[in-house]
């Protein structure tokens, strides 16, 4: 797989065209961008380094975190290209850059001081959280209250983790679809609750995740299964009382002046006793910092997520790096889930298939007949629109009847009955394209009315928080008429947020969205749409993240060459993070 771009011509906003030397040669081989050498430039003429060397190394450790590295391992970084010319050392050590602290040369790995600095401030906040005192538990209390939580499908390996996490002060829960981690965050909260109604207090918790669709979720699924609970420990919902889903940002207090820092600091910290964090493989390493600064020391801490996802758009492989890091420590918070509760047994195998790491396993898998899993075995562009069409249409079709029934409810409970999936943003797999294509076969509908940029039944991705309207990002919405108007309805936490459409900016239509953007929500009936073998983004992550967003049916629309390239490729991100857990 390709790391390199391949340059149009000189007017390419990627060529640096008064780059010299190595910089000029990395750039013009697609290594390097003209973003990646102007930033290493500035800060080299700054730290008064004039060794091409340094130049291109620091050139190199841009590149590496606008990739979602933090850092760059200078042992491996020729294998990117390996017939350029590339330096046969690195003056690191002698550098006036490292001297003077703009750059980091720890664990054999370059870092951007930013970036070093966020990395052991995440390490050391764990550490220190790690090392208190454990919190006072009544034995008597748990062990009753244990036994009223464990009716239902509550597992041994659950119940060890809700033990586990009512005597630690962090929790990292980790676990595939379907494994139960809600089921046991919500237990764990309720044990958690009647623990501190022991102690004559009440408890106030936050369930959070990166998106506000994940919020959402999280909020929806907890409240159901503390009322599965319920049944036979009624006043546990009471207990726990009200539970409202935030994203980190609205958590941790968003500043319209500064979009890295935020009100709650080491200075004014949190007001909970319970932190949940779901969908955790979504959060970057700046955002783990900022949370983790904002705890109080004596609060708890759960980290609920899935390694094997993709990894967060920003800089970092936190909830991957925890639990390589802890892993055989003694002291590790770390509580893996591994028995699957759900009926889709056959989409369970082709996750557990991907997470093998076996192309032969997946590919024999998606070629077992199956009612949960097919695959369209085709890269054909006239194949693909062809298999495509029926389903996408379809879809687009029924929620326009909602909407234009002016059944806003309906509309967005069809949003989430089918979901196309992309790699890519641009390019003939690309969601741009497909979102085109959707409303040009909508289109043909002579009842539906498609001219209007806000057109009546039109779906709706939100791309980034809205304080002042209370929208955020990851949630989904439809435009829907009333009347003569057209209205958006954006599905919230507990209710329908209704807007002029004119009053929203940062949507996209949703006909089709990208793997990426898919965290944190699941449809019924999912189709995977997989670019050439060579694109960049085809990883085993973003396969597993695409194959585990559908609750019913997944479809694969791709080569056996796409598929066995997604498999065999790994996101690998260079991190120092695992490395300091490991060595304590």
Known sequence: MSELFEPADEHDWRIATGATGLLATFNAAGVLTSSDIHVATRICVLGGEADERMLLAVALAVRAVRRGSVCLDLAT???????????????????????????????????????????????DDLAARLSLAPPAVDEERLVAALAKVSGGHFSEEQRAAVVAAVRRRTTILTGGPGTGKTTTVARLLALLADQAAGQGSGLSIALAAPTGKAATRLQEAVATELAAVAVAWPEAPALVGRLDGLT??????????????????????????????????????????????????????????????LTPVGAG??????????????DSPVAALSTNFRSEEDIEALAAALRSGVADEVVRV??????????VETSDQAEVEAALR?????????IWAAAHDEDAGRALAELDRYRLL?????????????????????????????YAEWYVGRPLLVTSNDYA??????????????????RVFVAGSERLREFAPGRLEAVETMHAMTIHKSQGSQADRVTVLLPDEGSRLLTRELFYTAVTRARQHVRVVGSEAAVRAAVDTLAERATGLRLRLARR
């Not at 294998?79 to 703009?102: C, F, M, Q, R, Y």
């Not at 998606?366 to 695959?375: E, G, I, K, Y």
Request: glycine content about 6%.
């Open 77 to 123: 970084v020729a294998t990117t290209a390996p017939d350029l010319p590339w330096p046969e050392a690195w003056p690191i050590a002698a550098s006036p850059l490292v001297d003077a602290g703009v750059v980091r040369f720890d664990h054999d790995l370059l870092y951007l001081d930013r970036y070093h600095r966020l990395e052991r401030q995440v390490h």
């Open 248 to 309: 980190l940002h609205r958590l941790l207090g968003w500043r319209p002046d500064n979009a890295t820092r935020f009100r709650h600091d080491r200075a004014n910290r949190l007001k909970y006793d319970v932190v949940v964090v779901d969908e955790s493989s979504m959060v970057e390493l700046t955002m783990m910092g900022r949370l983790l600064e904002a705890l109080r020391a004596d609060s708890r801490l759960v980290l609920v997520g899935d390694p094997q996802q």
């Open 390 to 398: 029926p389903d996408s249409l379809a879809a687009a079709r029924a």
């Open 469 to 486: 309207l209370d929208v955020y990002n990851g949630e989904s919405g439809v435009v829907v008429r009333q009347g003569q108007r057209r």
């Open 422 to 450: 992309c790699a890519h943003r641009e390019g003939p797999y690309g969601v741009r394209r497909w979102n085109r294509l959707v409303e040009r076969w909508l289109a043909e509908d002579p009842e539906v009315d498609l």
């Open 317 to 330: 492989a936190v909830l991957s790096d925890l639990v390589a890091g802890y892993d055989g420590r003694p």
């Open 366 to 375: 998606l070629r077992t007949p199956s009612d949960q899993v097919s695959w």
